[in-house]
């Protein structure tokens, strides 16, 4: 869901400022989309990696359940809140409704590369 927003709200909004000081390069010259891949330089990428890497090595460990990192609800716990759903019934119930989401989701986005 956050890859078919990100893929819509660039049409309404782009930061002020430069992407690439260096080479000139403002948000707002960046296009939409997959064109982007080509205009942001690898450097920019790369950070984009790395803080990625950084979160799912140092941030979010494992609890031997897959995709659980032990967040609770929403990911309430990493800022205090405990939400983690103890009822067994309302849990399952809500990770298939994630799942089917997210596929729901995934065909949204490609539908927009096309």
Do not use: H
Request: aromatic content about 14%; some cysteine.
């Amino acid at each position: 869901m956050f890859a078919t927003i990100g893929y819509i709200v660039p049409e309404y909004f782009k930061f002020d400022g430069e992407c690439a000081p260096s080479l000139g390069l403002k948000f707002a010259d960046i296009p939409n989309g997959l064109k982007a891949l080509s205009v942001v330089p690898k450097e920019g990428w790369a950070q984009m990696v790395a803080f990625a890497g950084f979160i799912e090595i140092v941030y979010n460990r494992p609890t031997g359940e897959p995709g659980n990192y032990g967040k609770g609800f929403l990911g309430l716990g990493s800022v205090g809140f405990s939400a983690s759903i103890q009822d067994p019934e309302v849990r399952t119930k809500k990770l298939k409704a994630e799942v089917a989401n997210g596929r729901l989701a995934m065909m949204a986005i490609i539908g927009m590369f096309f």
